[in-house]
């Protein structure tokens, strides 16, 4: 389970990552919460700001994902990873000052949505170079752990800082974490490296990445099945969450952090688990693994107190981890390596473009219905998404399977049988001899 952490560079990577991941998750769990407060516990609000941390990633993920397979990849997320840690000191400041607005919010989290835009596909493709192509399922697998791992220990210790201190510490805090992963990028031995070949600049790469998905139609569909489970994930859930967390079951800050650890509870166990795996994973799995999170979606929307509640999370949170492992490591080992780039920036811009997607679609179902019946929504759209792409991806199997033939059985009496040599039979060379007068089809 653990096996790619005997590679140096990624356990540098890995333990990095895992600092730098802790305070994404606070910092997100402090906006949200700053957001709630500027607006008064508006839905619509809140789906606003996760929109614009990852409506980037739609729009420029497929340029980005040229930029990513032509540029060093670790160079490249040098930089972004020190951006993001400046946006998130300048949101840090006009809090502490007390002049953050909801317009500020909003413009910080969509600049720190465009440098994910080309963070997010150099990272994902970097695993393969840092551990090879042996080891990919497995370190995708880690890193999910990782992300969960943090998910589980941010929002809980964040939940915990805005009760003492408030939100400013908590930008600060994210600020900070993210030296450990820029320290991580520049320890790397870059002699034991897997590079993948570089493109060259030139006219239709961005094409070339777009040629391959259309042409496979299992990575096409599994894919845009990404992208509708993306709505119902658990980005679009962290627009529910406080608003279940305020009005449904009436706890603060602290009750927050702690429903949302729930579901990294859950994400941690489901990436483990798909990290266990090797290989190319069975399409069977992936949809297990959405329809299951459809089912546990529509288990949370019933549950009437908060322990039931984050006990629907966990199970939650596992079964969207464990889609996320699976589906992202049958793209990476489909795709070209030369152009794994293009493909994970397609893939990234379906996943990530869901979130965004589905953060103001289940904000304002939940200002109008509800949270509850926006839970309940996304889980009936996880299982629509599963039931789908199964039948699709059956259709897609018997179109490419090979046809073999079926040939009618060959009456008896034409089937040739041996015999002696007579005085009318032909010369012939071979063990067996047929008899001129009678009609046989040669074998």
Not at 60 to 67: K, N
Not at 106 to 134: C, H, I, K, T
Not at 202 to 207: A, H, K, N, T
Request: proline share 6%; glycine share 12%.
């Amino acid at each position: 389970m653990f096996r790619s952490l005997q590679v140096p560079n990624y356990r540098l990577f890995f333990w990095g990552g895992t600092v730098s991941n802790t305070g994404v998750w606070m910092q997100r769990t402090a906006q949200a919460w700053a957001v709630v407060v500027l607006s008064h516990g508006d839905g619509l609000a809140l789906g606003l700001a996760t929109f614009l941390q990852f409506f980037p990633s739609v729009l420029l993920g497929l340029g980005t994902g040229v930029l990513v397979d032509r540029v060093d990849k670790v160079r490249l997320l040098v930089v972004t990873q020190a951006l993001v840690g400046l946006g998130s000191v300048a949101m840090g400041i006009l809090d502490g000052l007390g002049i953050l607005t909801l317009v500020q919010v909003w413009v910080l989290a969509g600049a720190m949505g465009v440098v994910n835009a080309f963070d997010n596909p150099a990272r994902q493709s970097v695993v393969s170079e840092l551990v090879g192509p042996d080891q990919v399922v497995n370190a995708i697998g880690l890193n999910s752990a990782s992300f969960n791992v943090a998910r589980l220990v941010g929002p809980a210790l964040a939940g915990l800082l805005i009760g003492l201190a408030g939100t400013p510490l908590i930008f600060f805090l994210h600020a900070a974490s993210s030296v450990g992963i820029l320290l991580a990028l520049l320890r790397l031995d870059r002699s034991k490296l897997n590079p993948a070949p570089r493109s060259a600049a030139g006219r239709g790469q961005l094409v070339a990445g777009l040629r391959q998905v259309a042409g496979d139609p299992t990575l096409a569909t599994l894919i845009v099945l990404a992208g509708v489970i993306g709505i119902a994930g658990a980005n679009s859930l962290q627009v529910v969450l406080p608003l279940a967390a305020t009005k449904i079951f009436g706890v603060g800050a602290l009750g927050f952090g702690l429903v949302t650890s729930c579901l990294a509870i859950g994400g941690l166990t489901g990436a483990l688990l798909a990290a266990s795996t090797s290989g190319m994973p069975r399409h069977r799995w992936v949809l297990g693994a959405a329809a299951a999170l459809g089912v546990s979606l529509l288990i949370a929307s019933v549950m009437p107190v908060l322990v039931g509640f984050g006990a629907a999370l966990v199970l939650c949170g596992g079964m969207f981890m464990t889609f996320a492992v699976l589906a992202n490591t049958s793209v990476q080992l489909t795709a070209e390596p030369e152009i794994r780039g293009r493909v994970m920036a397609v893939y990234l811009t379906f996943f990530l473009g869901g979130g965004a997607l589905g953060a103001p679609l289940l904000g304002l179902l939940s200002e109008h219905f509800g949270p509850m019946r926006a839970i309940a929504a996304a889980g009936a759209l996880g299982l629509v998404a599963a039931a789908v792409g199964a039948v699709v991806l059956v259709l897609v199997r018997r179109r490419t399977e090979p046809v073999k033939a079926v040939l009618p059985p060959v009456p008896a009496a034409v089937i040739p049988q041996p015999s002696k040599p007579t005085r009318n039979s032909p010369a012939r060379i071979g063990p067996i001899v047929y008899q001129r007068d009678t009609e046989v089809v040669d074998p």
